[in-house]
């Protein structure tokens, strides 16, 4: 599988082509949803991202896969999965591929397994192709979980620990990227049940009890 790195060989990306220019205008124009609803009321987006190493200076993005959870429901049919390899030699190909994946989030709360790497490649690849401060609102699972379930854990765990202790199966051997952003919505589910009981029951809380939660047990 290929990935980003042959689209900016030169330093300077390729311009973009007006479609992408005049859908990256209006996602900027856009406003974000609401932080402040509860739970059942917000949309939020389990990301998940393939990389060769997890140094976003030096390594490449090779795939993403997204799922929305809303209502406390997984949503198959609102999901996204990006296969960089296919875009082949073409630029305007991961141009468009990045945009579907910004008209994909539309600003809402973003889910993953260790913000630092995941948010490190998006964050990379947005301001490199478009000029794009990519900042959404994070909600960490790696920080959350044994925040919330204490009884399972103290401290950040591999992602295996927590299908296991979860009594979720994940298979064995290396999962495809949208088997794990699959895993990740579930264990998310799990959480938001965790979190409504601890009053943690809007969006807004979620993101404040996940930087809470990274900045309390990194202190340690």
């Given at each position: ?49 393939v ?40 630029p ?33 690849v ?39 202790v ?12 949208m ?42």
């Amino acid at each position: 599988m290929l990935g980003l790195k042959k689209f900016f060989k030169s330093g300077t990306p390729a311009p973009l082509p007006a479609d992408v220019l005049a859908a990256l205008e209006g996602w900027r124009a856009s406003e974000a949803p609401p932080t402040d609803d509860l739970h059942f009321h917000v949309r939020y987006v389990i990301v998940d991202i393939v990389t060769t190493g997890m140094n976003a200076e030096k390594d490449e993005l090779l795939g993403i896969s997204a799922v929305a959870v809303r209502q406390h429901s997984i949503l198959p049919n609102d999901a996204l999965s990006i296969d960089f390899g296919a875009a082949g030699d073409d630029p305007s190909a991961v141009d468009r591929q990045l945009m579907a994946l910004l008209k994909f989030i539309a600003k809402a709360p973003m889910v993953c397994y260790h913000f630092p790497y995941v948010g490190a490649f998006l964050q990379r690849v947005f301001k490199d192709r478009f000029g794009l401060d990519f900042q959404p609102q994070w909600v960490d699972l790696a920080w959350l979980l044994p925040s919330l379930f204490e009884d399972k854990a103290h401290s950040v765990m591999p992602l295996d620990h927590w299908i296991e202790v979860l009594g979720l199966d994940g298979g064995s051997g290396r999962r495809e990227s949208m088997d794990n952003v699959l895993l990740l919505a579930r264990l998310f589910q799990m959480l938001l049940v965790r979190a409504a009981g601890k009053q943690v029951d809007t969006a807004a809380s979620l993101i404040d009890e996940s930087r809470a939660s990274s900045f309390l047990r990194r202190a340690y």
